[in-house]
Every structure is written in structure tokens, then in C-alpha cells.
């Protein structure tokens, strides 16, 4: 058992590594910008949905859309629940809200993408925050390595996710202007979710009691999560 479990974690650190080396060297926050900057132009990329893609690619952007809302809730949650335990440590919990300030502005990118494109919410809302909360909070409480466990393997399945979206997207055949964009924002936040997966490993995740353990467990929930945030 053990030994699965360390293969388990091997194969999410081999893949990682796999999407680092695919990171385009942009502009930092450049994408995303196009919603939290008011100074620029509210053209059509930021303003409607595409009209001319078929019934089974609105499918797959509406669920694309609604999972990835549904991430930023839970990651906020989380570095709630870390932050709200280890603020006390001031180098951790100046840490934990730095990466917690990112998922802010993710979520509200996430929020306004919801409008845009006119993507019903997941009805596990509710769920995902409670469920963060509590899983930032347990993890926290087990003890700093075991929060940024937490962190490694969320982020893990996370950043491997934003990547099949991106390859689902590239096979949607639109002229609309929003797709390239949104394209870009996943690529941003995509980066910025394996930046919090370095900086977890650089902090001694992997030094977590039970870390394989743990790692299946975090990685194993969030899958599991994602797939009934594409349906519900």
C-alpha cells in the first residue's frame, strides 16, 4: 500500500515537472487584466459568449467555466482555514496570504467569466466553502508541513486540470475574441497554481507526516470534486 501511494505521488511530481517545462515566459497578470483593470477597453472579448460553436463545445466551455469557479471558491476556503490556524506564525501565515491574495483575484476573474459567457453557478457553492474551509483548517492543524502538503496536492491537481482545459479548448473552432483570451487567463492561473505548488514543496511539504497518505487523499478528494462540479 505504502509503495502505491509513494508511486502515486512520483507520477504527480514527474507531471508537474512535464507542465512546468511547458510555462510560456508572458507578461505576468497581462490575461487576467482584462478584467480587474478598468482602464482598458471593454471590447467583445470581455463582454459576450461565442454564438458559433456547437451545442457539445457550449457543453464543454459551460462546465470548463463552472469548475473552474468552483476551484477558486475552494481554493479561497482553504487558505481561510490555513491563514485563520497558522496567522500566528508570521512568516507562514505572511505565506499563506500572499498565495491567498492570488485566489482572490482569480475568483473574481472566475466571477466575471461566469456572467460573461452566462454559466449557471455549481449548486455545490455552499459545499466547496465549508469543504475548504474544513480541509485548510484540519491540514493547518496537523501542523505547518501538512498545510503546505495540503497546498502541494491541491495545486498539483489543479495545475494538471488547467492544462486538459487547454488542450479541450484548443480544438473549440470559433472567430470569437474571447476564447484566445480565455485561453490565456487559464494559462495565468494555471502558472500561479504551480508557483503555490513550488513554494508548498520549497516549505517542506513532502516532510508532512503521512505525506504519500495524505497527498492521495487531498488529490484523490479534488478529483472527485471537479467531476461533479462539471454535472451539478
Known amino acids: 500500500m505504502a509503495s502505491k501511494l509513494n508511486m502515486n505521488v512520483l507520477g504527480r511530481q514527474l507531471c508537474r515537472k512535464s507542465i512546468l517545462r511547458t510555462k510560456p515566459t508572458i507578461s505576468r497578470g497581462l490575461a487576467s487584466s482584462a478584467y480587474t483593470d478598468s482602464a482598458r477597453e471593454q471590447g467583445p472579448a470581455v463582454t459576450s459568449t461565442p454564438s458559433d460553436i456547437t451545442p457539445h463545445q457550449r457543453k464543454l466551455l459551460e462546465?470548463?467555466?463552472?469548475?473552474?469557479?468552483?476551484?477558486e471558491i475552494a481554493a479561497n476556503w482553504?487558505?481561510?482555514?490555513?491563514h485563520a490556524v497558522l496567522s500566528g506564525d508570521k512568516r507562514t501565515g505572511e505565506l499563506i496570504q500572499d498565495m491567498w491574495d492570488q485566489e482572490k483575484k482569480h475568483l473574481q476573474v472566475m466571477d466575471k467569466l461566469q456572467i460573461q459567457h452566462q454559466v449557471r453557478p455549481t449548486?455545490?457553492?455552499d459545499v466547496a466553502k465549508v469543504a475548504g474551509f474544513g480541509l485548510g483548517a484540519v491540514t493547518a492543524l496537523m501542523g505547518r508541513e501538512a498545510a503546505m502538503a495540503c497546498t502541494e496536492a491541491v495545486e498539483t491537481v489543479i495545475g494538471e486540470h488547467y492544462e486538459d482545459q487547454l488542450k479541450e479548448l484548443d480544438e473549440m473552432s470559433t472567430t470569437h475574441p474571447s476564447i484566445p483570451l480565455l485561453k490565456d487567463i487559464?494559462?495565468?492561473f494555471r502558472d500561479d497554481e504551480l508557483e503555490h505548488l513550488d513554494i508548498a514543496v520549497e516549505n517542506h511539504a513532502q516532510r508532512a507526516p503521512a505525506h504519500a497518505l495524505l497527498s492521495a487523499v487531498v488529490g484523490a478528494g479534488c478529483k472527485v470534486a471537479i467531476e461533479l462540479c462539471k454535472r451539478v
Open 123 to 125: 449548486l455545490l457553492t
Open 78 to 82: 482553504i487558505y481561510h482555514g490555513q
Open 186 to 188: 487559464i494559462r495565468e
Open 63 to 71: 462546465a470548463a467555466l463552472r469548475v473552474d469557479q468552483a476551484g
